[in-house]
């Protein structure tokens, strides 16, 4: 059934009147107790197709605001769509820097004039940042608009910050940019001030960079706003990680970084004009995870100089000592717009085939320790882009019906997620999978429901003596919490639904057993690495604020 497009409502703000008369009819008819799918098909468009669910959801909150219908949370659950978006028990919101250069000069990174480097202008999510002008407020802020008329709960935000590499922007440009993010957050939702505030923006565009921002102010704004932010990423390059850049991050109040390892092969490294070795992906994992972040490392099969042989050895070396907490595999693909295409050109380089990628995809993902969450097998860049090598773009439904094929099985975070599934809270079985990373030995605690699927976990990280030195005074000696995550239909705050994980008490659970394996092994201080939007939540359960911790004492 072809139904019209999300974006197609998403950019332009346009419903035409007579789909609204049509889904209103629709409505009438789900109300009487029809199908909504039966529904929609019993109002087909007069060009062909059927009407997108998300116009049900706006004609569904007009007739609430003109009193034709009260107000049904049920029956707006069941017109919402895509309700996957928001199963992991957050919703992510992308936002893109402004143009800027790196300082990598990676042969395989495209570049773009309109666009931050690496990315392309017609990459799904990037072309939000273009619509806006890379204007950080109008991202945030439309972006939740439209969540919202979709029927999404917009309480929990995580906000993902992409463009090149994010620590070479000027800091005050870097402050300025979360502000205005946390100032779309901050704002209450039915406040439509958009257009104004664009005309205002502009005009105001080079004042804003210049002034002092202050961060601090918005921040504490938001622990209580309507939009909470509970996760902050940004991306950047190894060789950038150092304790000062670490501070840095969390007075922003980042708490995930997402770092291009691309290969762990000095040759490789060297091969692509990385222009970091090894050792500094190393050391800059190391020092994230004694400052408590989430690491994210991306890897890239198919690099320049690589064949898959090299590249099953290069993933086996991820799970020594870096263990990232989440991985994106980005098949390296060869671009027009990138250095690489000379080296093709020359005969220098040969992209894998689409088969010998997906075998090669499809054997290391059963390698994937259970504490890790792969996140992408490949870049969302449209296919025309791609000069030569694998264009499939539905690479992980491939590579999922290859391991079926075989028999194998991934038992990465992602494949594992209970997703919406209701949860038998007094079947669920207590999990601690223990595991040396470089300095630090990390407890992934989690609860799985007796078919093996996680409901929730907590990353404790348990810092070796010999841990980076972060300089932080927050942690000096302390335990770290990294990581809480309950899964579950994302919830307003406050609102409870049967047999949902998030609001049954397993991230106080998971903080408790935390606590308990922490003091097992000698540490009398607790320090969590606390999203702005998440602070009252720690607060609540016994943290307090330290300078860019919440700490406690577990004696
Ligand atoms: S560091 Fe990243 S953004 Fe910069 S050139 Fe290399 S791949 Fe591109």
């Known amino acids: ?34 199908a909504v799918m039966d529904a929609l098909r019993h109002y087909p468009l007069q060009g062909g197709g059927y009407l997108g669910k998300y116009v049900l959801v706006a004609a569904y909150h007009e007739m609430v605001r003109n009193n034709e219908m009260s107000a049904d949370a049920h029956l707006l659950e069941s017109l919402r769509m895509k309700p996957m978006r928001t199963l992991s028990g957050v919703t992510t919101v992308t936002v893109l820097t402004k143009p800027y250069p790196c300082p990598g000069k990676c042969i395989f990174c495209p570049t773009d004039v309109r666009m931050p480097k690496s990315y392309l202008a017609d990459e799904p999510g990037a072309m939000r940042g273009l ?18 008329s979709l029927g999404h709960p917009t309480d929990k935000i995580e906000l993902l910050i992409l463009g090149g590499t994010w620590s070479s ?76 850049e670490i501070r840095w991050l969390r007075h922003l109040g980042v708490t995930k970084v997402q770092m291009g ?7 490789i490294l060297e091969m692509n004009k990385r222009g970091h070795d090894v050792e500094c992906t190393r050391h800059a994992t190391a020092l994230l995870r004694a400052a408590g972040f989430k690491i994210v ?24 000592g870096f263990c990232p907490d989440e991985l994106k595999i980005y098949p390296n693909q060869l671009l027009a717009n990138a250095e690489l295409y000379e080296y093709w050109q020359r005969g220098e380089f040969q992209p894998y085939t689409t088969e010998e990628l997906i075998d090669l995809i499809a054997d290391v993902k059963t390698t994937i320790p259970r504490y890790c969450r792969v996140n992408r097998v490949i870049r969302d860049i ?42 038998d809270l007094a079947l669920l079985k207590l999990d601690d999978l223990v595991y040396d990373a470089d300095h630090a030995e990390e407890h992934f605690i989690s609860y799985v429901t007796p078919d093996d699927k996680l409901a929730g976990f907590i990353r404790l990280s348990l810092p070796s003596k010999d841990a980076s030195q972060t300089q932080l005074n927050d942690l000096v000696g302390a335990a770290l919490i990294r990581e809480v995550h309950v899964y579950g239909q994302s919830l307003p705050v406050g609102e409870e ?10 991230g106080t659970n998971l903080l408790h057993q935390a606590d308990q394996i922490a003091k097992e092994n000698g540490f009398k201080r607790m320090a969590v690495i606390s999203a702005v939007g998440t602070r009252e939540y720690y607060l609540e359960r016994g943290f307090e604020r330290g300078e860019l911790y919440l700490v406690k004492n577990i004696l």
């Open 1 to 34: 059934m072809r139904s019209l497009k999300q974006e197609e409502w998403v950019s332009t703000h346009t419903i035409r009147p007579e789909w609204m008369i049509l889904a209103r009819q629709a409505i009438d008819e789900i109300r009487n107790g029809r």
């Open 131 to 148: 619509e806006h002008d890379f204007d950080p407020y109008l991202q945030v802020k439309s972006r939740i608009q439209a969540l919202e």
């Open 169 to 244: 922007y000027r800091r005050d440009y870097q402050e300025w940019f979360v502000k205005r993010c946390f100032d779309a957050m901050n704002e209450d939702s039915h406040h439509r001030e958009h257009e104004d505030h664009r005309e205002k923006q502009k005009e105001n565009s080079v004042d804003s960079v210049n002034s002092v921002v202050n961060l601090d102010v918005v921040q504490a704004l938001n622990e209580s706003a309507s939009h909470r932010n509970v996760g902050l990423v940004i991306e950047t390059r190894p060789d950038e990680i150092t304790p000062d």
């Open 261 to 267: 390892a691309q290969s762990l092969d000095d040759r």
């Open 297 to 320: 490392l991306h890897w890239m099969p198919n690099l320049h100089g690589a064949t898959p042989e090299s590249d099953r050895e290069d993933f086996a070396k991820l799970w020594q």
């Open 382 to 423: 449209p296919s025309t882009n791609v000069v030569e090598g694998n264009r499939r773009t539905s690479l992980r439904q491939d590579v999922h019906d290859e391991m079926k094929r075989r028999g194998t099985r991934c038992e990465c975070i992602r494949c594992r997620e209970v997703k919406g599934k209701p949860v």
């Open 497 to 506: 639904k049967t047999g949902a994980a998030q609001h049954a008490g397993l």
